[in-house]
């Protein structure tokens, strides 16, 4: 099984910081990989005005590029409602066998 790292946030925008954070996290940690999970609907920025999530997943696609061990998932883009850590990970586990390890 796997070591993967979630990296939630609004990345509006996403900039070096969240990239060297989360290559910081897969050395300290030594895990295979960081899942980057951009909320689309982030409960505190209620009210402030964010990038359109298409936008921003976009921007974190490119950011990315080819650094083969941080990826980019859509989980959070298909609520409709807002998007919490607790909802994400239970569906990780329902959806893909994920175990959590806090």
């Known amino acids: 099984m796997q070591n993967i790292g979630l990296l939630g946030g609004t990345f509006d925008p996403v900039h070096n ?4 954070l989360g290559e910081k996290v897969l050395e300290k940690f030594n895990l295979d990989k960081i899942v980057f999970i951009p909320a ?3 409960p505190h920025k209620n009210g402030t005005v964010i990038v359109d999530v298409e936008h921003r997943l976009e921007m974190l696609r490119l950011a990315i590029g080819d650094m083969h061990r941080l990826e980019l998932s859509r989980i959070e883009v298909s ?3 807002a998007s919490y850590t607790f909802d994400t990970i239970q569906q990780l586990s329902r959806d893909s066998g994920y175990r959590a390890h806090y």
């Open 17 to 20: 910081g969240h990239l060297q």
């Open 79 to 81: 609520r409709d409602t």
């Open 40 to 42: 689309a609907h982030p």
